[in-house]
């Protein structure tokens, strides 16, 4: 895939509890919908959640997850074959089911490897991207773990020390995601952007995924309904520190956002 142009990722939860309702698809009929939404509007990558990971949510078994995403894969392997998918999961297994029996692109690691001691290993195995994100903790106890002393620098350390361990492993394709939101404090998420383009001394796409979070809507006093205008500015701003994927619920807009800084960085 060329990265001389950021790439849009289009957000697909099938879950009943992820952080934005409007976000939230359960019946094929509504799957379908959503997919041809992001394809029409100009996602290339279609992100694929069958586990919410807000901090209240109700954790589900391997199983659950499973028949979630199962639903999706089998549509889009139907009618959407050659359309490039992401598989949002810590779990190996998952990851393991959906590149072999689904034709899965990438995996989307909010864990960055933690919660599951065989998922480096099975990337490797898979031979397939892998995004790596910074998190501590779980989803329900990431907000415990909000204690730096040097918030950057932590966050470079922690995806060198990764990375060689994917490396040793012969995985190669990687593409790094901060982790906005998670384990990270309203300021520290707003500390994170400013010094985003630090990330670049690792010389990996980096991932952002901002879209409708509580770092906007906490700021403003509004809801996640009411954070697209919030998104698209931090969308522009890592679009101009060296963004290369952006993970949206809106895609239209990100797309515009695309364009309007990829014009402004060429203008003559």
Same mark, same amino acid.
């Given at each position: 895939?060329?990265l001389n142009?950021?790439?849009?990722?289009?957000?697909l939860?099938?879950t009943?509890?992820?952080?934005? !309702?409007?976000?939230? &698809?359960? %019946?094929?009929?509504?799957?379908?919908e959503r997919?041809q939404?992001?394809?029409s509007?100009?996602?290339?990558i279609?992100?694929l959640g069958?586990?919410?990971?807000?901090?209240?949510?109700?954790?589900?078994?391997?199983?659950?997850?499973m &028949?979630?995403?199962t639903?999706?894969?089998?549509?889009?392997?139907?009618?959407?074959a050659?359309?490039?998918?992401?598989?949002?999961?810590?779990r !190996?297994?998952?990851?393991?089911?959906?590149?072999?029996?689904?034709g899965a !692109?990438i995996?989307?690691d909010i864990s960055?490897g #933690?919660?599951?001691?065989n998922?480096?290993?099975?990337?490797?195995?898979?031979?397939?991207?892998?995004?790596?994100?910074h998190?501590?903790?779980t989803? #329900?106890?990431?907000?415990?773990h909000? &204690?730096?002393?040097d918030?950057?620098?932590?966050i470079?350390?922690?995806?060198?020390?990764r990375i060689?361990q994917?490396h040793?492993?012969?995985?190669?394709d990687?593409?790094?995601?901060?982790?906005?939101?998670?384990s990270?404090t309203t300021?520290q998420?707003? #500390?994170?952007?400013?010094?985003?383009?630090?990330?670049?001394?690792?010389?990996?796409?980096?991932?952002?995924?901002?879209?409708?979070k509580?770092m906007?809507?906490?700021?403003l006093?509004?809801t996640?309904?009411?954070s697209?205008?919030? %998104?698209?500015?931090? @969308? %522009?701003?890592?679009?101009l520190?060296g963004? @290369?994927?952006?993970?949206?619920?809106?895609? &239209?807009a990100a797309k515009e956002a695309v364009r309007?800084v990829?014009?402004?960085?060429?203008?003559?």
């Amino acid at each position: 895939m060329p990265l001389n142009e950021p790439v849009i990722m289009g957000i697909l939860n099938i879950t009943p509890d992820s952080f934005f !309702s409007g976000s939230r &698809k359960e %019946t094929e009929r509504e799957i379908d919908e959503r997919i041809q939404a992001i394809l029409s509007e100009g996602g290339t990558i279609i992100d694929l959640g069958g586990y919410s990971s807000r901090p209240d949510a109700s954790p589900i078994d391997e199983a659950e997850e499973m &028949k979630r995403l199962t639903t999706a894969l089998e549509l889009i392997k139907r009618h959407y074959a050659d359309t490039v998918i992401s598989i949002d999961t810590f779990r !190996s297994g998952i990851a393991r089911r959906c590149v072999e029996e689904y034709g899965a !692109s990438i995996i989307n690691d909010i864990s960055g490897g #933690q919660l599951d001691d065989n998922m480096f290993a099975t990337i490797a195995a898979l031979n397939v991207p892998y995004i790596l994100m910074h998190m501590r903790g779980t989803p #329900q106890t990431m907000q415990q773990h909000t &204690k730096y002393d040097d918030l950057i620098g932590e966050i470079l350390i922690y995806f060198a020390s990764r990375i060689r361990q994917l490396h040793l492993l012969g995985v190669n394709d990687i593409i790094i995601d901060p982790g906005f939101g998670f384990s990270k404090t309203t300021d520290q998420n707003y #500390q994170l952007m400013h010094q985003l383009n630090e990330l670049a001394l690792l010389d990996l796409p980096l991932l952002i995924g901002i879209s409708r979070k509580s770092m906007i809507y906490k700021l403003l006093g509004s809801t996640p309904e009411e954070s697209l205008n919030g %998104t698209t500015v931090l @969308n %522009t701003i890592a679009l101009l520190n060296g963004a @290369n994927f952006l993970r949206v619920h809106d895609v &239209k807009a990100a797309k515009e956002a695309v364009r309007i800084v990829s014009k402004y960085k060429n203008a003559r």
